[in-house]
């Protein structure tokens, strides 16, 4: 019989069984330790950009079709993800065509980059425009279709962290978000608005946060996700922070701007979805003429529940 070599530690250990299990149930129990248990190295969220999805998302050679932001190989992550709980998407519908989806998530937010159409969920439907935003539950069918031209939605939600919980999409009436229309009219306006009133004059940027009769009282779209569309003036800088929430991005209104990640510059490219990775120190950046826009997405509510946001601001 081959002996098994007596490990030099408890770090060493694998993954002990019952010594004599009486049931099934106590024969499926496992044994680690605070020298094994605590070991694991998961890849970090990668600084990345996604700037070839929003090409192919628009170019009119593509079929109608998802495009995923897909960094779960970097991740290791088994299921698609853009970061660890979000997954951002491309929708292209050509002109008159239908795409169809049933999200297996809380909810979805869409940002119309070019085209006009129609949602249709249920006994609902909205005609949308480009710079419209809206927000739609999960788990159940909704139809996007395109008018006479080619339509192209920017698509974030957490279905990674319903798969990450192996958890199923919120049945009828249970989602925590019924369908909600943001216009561009209206965002403008919002903005024009927040724009109008004082405020402390370091803060170069503004954002615009999104919420709904339904998660009015967390000031979210959904109990986990945050949406907010920031703005940043020409030639500010926002200054230097952090957060425990990962950002994803959607590059609206950019020329000549960047973000730093960890002292790394990272150029925006026009409609590209760039990932702010958890707890990194960054700075985005407006050398450009005109007043910069993006669509942030983060996963915010989880950590405020946690009471682990972590923000603070960083000096140069
Ligand atoms: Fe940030």
Redesign the pocket.
Known sequence: MATMERPKTMSDLPAQHASSPATKAEERARFFNSGNAFNIKLPDVPNAVFADEPKRALDPATPTGFINCDASAQMQCAFAATSPFLLARYARINAGEQLSETPKASGVVHYVIEGTGTTQMGAETIAWKPGDVFVAPGGIEMTHAAADAAAVLWVCGNEPQLNFENLEAPTEGNAPTNLVHYTQAEIDNQIDHIYSFPRDPKEPGLALVFSSDKQQDGRNVLPTLTLAMNTLLAGAVQRP?R?NSV?VSLVIQGDKCFSKIDGVQKDWAPWATTI?PPVSV?SHHNEGDERAMFLIVQDGGLFYHARAMGFEFVED
Do not use: E, I, L, P
């Open positions: 922070h957060h950002a702010t960054h």
